[in-house]
């Protein structure tokens, strides 16, 4: 092999061209590379053991989703290469077969996780995704203050958990928006909202908001256009906070927001009480719909947002103001969040979209955080000359 | 003669490289200087020490924004109607905005119909950006109209804490030899301003030197604008009225940094919009001086008629 080529080659090549190939070197370039190894768009998936065969398994709908792994002759080393648009992200597991048994698991060899609603997966950022910088904590910030509020909510017959954000520096003398989150402290313990919301209102993209994070007891049930869940919304939280803080106590100052079924929690929320909230961030939405008969295949638990969704579509009608829907293109949920997107605006709702090369995970409605709260309650910038 | 020694009003470039101290000194200024900081909100007093080692630590801060917040804490019936013009303020200028998105849009398809009659075109793009002046117009009347039923309402000459405040800001104006005064958050330091009577109080009476905010502050007409926003390109707009120290000149701090004024066309057509004043950039090393009589001195930098940078001297309007 000439210098150019092998300088061209794949590491995982170059490896392979090692004659004689031992367990040493195999250890060497472990140490030497991050897995997945990433090399332009080419993405080297490894696994090292004891196996008779093993696959990637990942979520990017539309393509193969099991791909065999080819062990490098005469080790213990697995390896595919697959190719991933730039700026990609997309979660993975492995799957092994020994004999007659299957597992299937996270990568032992990438650290990097990813939380979803379904559980946690191996990520592979690809070429040209880079971590945004205002997910940190910054020096300079002041953080603002997170206060638990229990609201003992009779529509719901439980005790509810809500963290309440209180923007730094915040005053009684200033009203202030309101942000409904659902699934609260997953987007607090896996998207970072808190760190997001503090950068992005020091940074003025967005405005000082107060934000309730609030938590579902049964998830499947509540969010799935609950009656129950609407009236806990409407008529006992939204009134307690309203009476408790300085806020904007109408439609242009109120935005409810959820991911997945949070989505679906959201939309039926402003859909049974169309004057309360102004704007939506519907994010992945599970707005799953048949056009012919009721055969889903999402199984049970999607039948309620099911018929909702086909009777939305059948009489479309304005909920709120604008809505600001994300939603990562390597999910399934894609294609019922791009046909949505005319029904919305044909109800004369100012509608926002946003795609990513990116699945259904925390990382990526964490990474889509700065285009929606900025664009729902966009920041003092303009007024900023220094 | 005009010329920074013996102007009334100094605008100056953004001071992330402050040149305030040389400023000064060519001026001839020694002190007491009185600094408005209303724009930095809370870090108005706390982060001032800097802008104090330029004049020389004979400065004394105004701290009009920590008095604004000692009113609204203590007159909880003042702190509601001030909450309630904000609110209808802010209804105001989204509506005032839709409007202009409206008209920019119709300009952009009209400039788009190249098939058309020139002359024809030209005669509607006309009529267009007529729609547009009428809409700054009537926009700012409406918010000094607004202004006035508040304070006519409130009469806050006649309230313990705000007539306590303006007579000490008074007091302070008075034994200033001159004003300094940065940006900011140009709507907190405009109702500052206005609130604390400045004007009555003196500020137009001594040199002020002002940029970003401050500057913008001081005239007729104040133009938000940021081609460079995160939600992309806004139109320029007109937010309210300023001091009225500087006439017939619209300011733009940072102007090649957020407008696009590569685009000339699109500066030709600022100009129109808001003539008979000027647009005058303030970008960073920028020292414009303002006589007396509100001319501008003649090497001041202007957009031209054009939508390219030209001075105050070569301008044709």
Not at chain 1, 11 to 34: G, T, Y
Not at chain 1, 282 to 294: H, P, Y
Not at chain 2, 235 to 251: A, K, N, R, S
């Amino acid at each position: 092999m000439s210098s150019l080529a092998k300088a061209k080659a794949l590491a995982i090549n170059r490896l392979r061209a090692r004659k004689p190939l031992d367990e040493s070197m195999i250890d060497r370039f472990l140490e030497r590379h991050e897995v997945p190894i990433v090399e332009g768009v080419k993405c080297t998936f490894l696994f090292r053991g004891d196996a008779d065969e093993v696959w990637v398994r990942h979520r990017i709908v539309g393509q193969p989703q099991q791909v065999p792994m080819r062990r490098v002759s005469g080790t213990s080393l697995w390896f595919v290469v697959i190719e991933l648009p730039a700026g990609s992200r997309v979660e993975y597991q492995l799957e092994l077969r020994r004999g007659e048994h299957y597992e299937q698991g996270n990568d032992p060899l990438n650290p990097h996780v990813a939380n979803s609603p379904v559980g946690s997966s191996s990520v592979c950022q690809a070429t040209g995704y880079v971590v945004p910088d205002w997910i940190t904590p910054e020096e300079d910030v002041r953080p603002g203050e997170i206060i638990d509020l229990a609201v003992a909510s009779a529509a719901l017959r439980r005790e509810t958990t809500c963290r309440v954000y209180l923007p730094a520096r915040f005053r009684t003398t200033h009203s202030y928006p309101l942000l409904i989150v659902h699934d609260g402290d997953d987007y607090l313990n896996y998207a970072a909202m808190k760190t997001v919301l503090d950068n992005l209102i020091h940074r003025m993209d967005m405005a000082e908001t107060v934000v309730a994070f609030i938590n579902p007891g049964d998830r499947n049930r509540e969010y799935a256009n609950s009656v129950q869940h609407a009236r806990f919304v409407k008529a006992e939280l939204l009134p307690r906070l309203e009476s408790e803080l300085p806020l904007i106590a109408k439609p242009s100052g109120r935005a409810l927001m959820g991911a997945s079924f949070g989505g679906v929690a959201a939309l039926s929320t402003a859909y049974r009480h169309p004057d309360v909230f102004g704007s939506l961030i519907l994010q992945s939405g599970s707005f799953v719909f048949t056009d012919i008969g009721n055969d889903h295949g999402g199984g049970e638990v999607f039948d309620p947002v099911v018929r909702f969704m086909n009777r939305y579509r059948a009489e479309p009608r304005r909920v709120a103001d604008q809505l600001f829907i994300s939603c990562g293109i390597y999910e399934p949920l894609i294609v019922p969040n791009r046909s949505m997107i005319p029904v919305f605006e044909g109800t004369g709702m100012r509608v926002q979209y946003v795609e990513a090369r990116d699945g259904h995970s925390w990382e990526d409605w964490r990474d889509r955080l700065r285009d929606a709260l900025s664009w729902v309650f966009p920041g003092p910038q303009k007024y900023y000359y220094e | 003669m005009n010329s920074v020694e013996n102007a009334a009003i100094t605008l100056l470039g953004p001071q992330r490289r402050p040149a305030l101290d040389k400023v000064v000194g060519a001026l001839g200024l020694t002190g007491p200087f009185a600094t408005i900081t209303a724009g930095w909100l809370e870090r108005e007093s706390a982060e001032d020490r800097e802008l104090a080692a330029h004049l020389g630590e004979e400065a004394v801060n105004l701290t009009l924004w920590a008095r604004m917040q000692d009113v609204l804490e203590g007159d909880p019936e003042f702190a509601a109607a001030y909450r309630r013009r904000h609110e209808v303020i802010a209804e105001m200028q989204d509506l005032y905005l839709l409007c202009v998105g409206h008209t920019v849009a119709a300009i952009d398809e009209i400039k788009a119909q190249s098939e058309r009659n020139p002359h024809v075109r030209e005669l509607a793009l006309r009529d267009a950006e007529a729609v547009l002046r009428q809409l700054d117009r009537r926009h700012l009347e409406r918010l000094r109209e607004v202004h006035a039923a508040f304070y006519a309402e409130m009469r806050p000459h006649e309230r313990e804490p705000i007539a306590a405040h303006r007579e000490a800001v008074a007091e302070l104006l008075g034994q200033a030899e001159a004003v300094v005064m940065p940006g900011g958050h140009v709507s907190e330091l405009l109702d500052a301003l206005h609130l604390f009577n400045v004007v009555p109080a003196g500020l137009g009476q001594r040199p002020i030197i002002a940029w970003s905010a401050g500057a913008m502050a001081l005239t007729e007409k104040v133009v938000l604008f940021n081609d460079n926003a995160s939600r992309g390109p806004r139109c320029p707009e007109v937010y309210d009225g300023g001091l009225g120290l500087l006439h017939d000149i619209v300011v733009f701090p940072s102007a090649h940094q957020r407008l696009r004024m590569a685009d000339a066309e699109r500066m030709a057509a600022m100009v129109r919009r808001f003539a008979p004043a000027r647009c005058v950039p303030l970008d960073p090393g920028t020292r414009v001086a303002v006589a007396a009589d509100g001319s501008l001195a003649p090497y001041s930098p202007v957009i031209g008629a054009n939508g390219e940078m030209t001075t105050a001297g070569e301008f044709v309007g």
